[in-house]
């Protein structure tokens, strides 16, 4: 059995990411009699900004590539299908805000303790893409917190404090200076890197052949 590492850097407010992650589920599963696998995720924003109450997505997207709404629209809508595809709860992509993601990612760090790192990262997901929540929000934060078991009133803690925040800036500043501009990028065992929600075919491939190479 090959023992393969997965850093991921991904941003919570990155549907890609999210589906990145249920199509490399997919891949893990189909090699989990060659292969057993160790995640962690690590911090993007795409929204570096924390002030101001965010905006609707449609129109800060569209600002963004420069395209018309009803394009943004159109393609949040093929995501939205890819995302059922792959049972992801995607129904509110299209009705939330522009978030700062922070402080989320502490709590993704914090959960790392608990040995809950990926279930942090779904719940926020979840919170976000299936029911546009503020994630920003400290309130439903610990929501999430405490529908995957977690203890609220620690988390709580975390976010009144500055715990965690330094590591959240080193990833970001690690992963900016390896050259990740873009997510979800995958780093396998430290070296070899898989950019973007590649499907699960193409990642079964990739880590075949990677965990073939001589260590």
Known sequence: MKHVTIDIVSDIACPWC????????????????????????????LNPDPSGDGEPILP??????????????????QMIDVAHSLGLN??????RYTR??????RLVKWAGQHNKQT?????FFEAYFGRAEN??????????VEQIGLNGSEAQEVLTSNQYADEVRQ???????????????????GKYMISGAQEPETLVTALREIAAEPV
């Not at 700062?100 to 990612?105: E, L, W």
């Not at 279930?119 to 719940?123: E, L, P, T």
């Open 18 to 45: 999210a589906i990145g992650y249920a199509r490399l589920e997919n891949a893990m599963e189909q090699l989990k009699n060659e292969m057993d696998f160790a995640i962690e995720w690590h911090a993007f924003e």
């Open 60 to 77: 800060a997207l569209s600002r963004k590539y420069g395209r018309s709404e009803d394009e943004m629209r159109a393609n949040q809508a």
């Open 90 to 95: 995607f129904e509110k992509l299209q009705e």
């Open 100 to 105: 700062n993601t922070f402080d989320a990612h």
């Open 119 to 123: 279930a942090m990262k779904q719940a």
């Open 135 to 144: 994630i920003a929000q400290a309130d439903i934060l610990v929501q999430c």
């Open 171 to 189: 990833d970001e500043a690690k992963y900016q200076q390896a050259g990740v501009s873009a997510v979800p990028a995958y780093i396998v065992n």
